[in-house]
């Protein structure tokens, strides 16, 4: 199993990003999926989460309607386009199974840094 999360970076406020979470090792197609972030100082969250066929998501109240996730099964890669960025969502950014545990296999996520 292995994840590989990109597309982070430094950005201003109010401009975008588009994350892509590359799966190998299994088949995201099989599995609803999520992307969490880890602020510094504070514990892993769920940020949002998308049904094994895309028809389905859910967002954290603080990013709705600024957060699109998406997914390509063909492509095996998982997506999060981050619109109106705000300082507060600086974080490293992970991609994973919806239940994945602090046990399980994580990805080395990517950093997003939001600030003028």
């Known amino acids: 199993v292995r994840l590989v999360e990109s597309g982070g970076g430094l950005v201003q406020p109010g401009k975008s990003l588009r994350l892509s979470c590359a799966a190998s090792?299994?088949?995201?197609?099989?599995?609803?999926m999520s992307w969490y972030r880890q602020a510094p100082g504070k514990e892993r969250e769920l940020v949002a989460t998308?049904?094994?066929?895309?028809?389905?998501?859910m967002y954290v109240d603080s990013v709705k309607g600024r957060f699109t996730i998406s997914r390509d099964n063909a492509k095996n890669t998982a997506y999060l386009e981050m619109n109106s960025l705000k300082p507060e969502d600086t974080a490293v950014y992970y991609c994973?199974?919806?239940?994945?545990?602090?046990?399980?296999?994580w990805g080395q996520g990517t950093q997003v840094i939001v600030s003028s």
């Open positions: 090792g299994f088949t995201i197609s099989s599995y609803t």
């Open positions: 994973n199974k919806r239940w994945a545990t602090p046990h399980d296999y």
């Open positions: 998308i049904s094994s066929d895309g028809a389905g998501t």
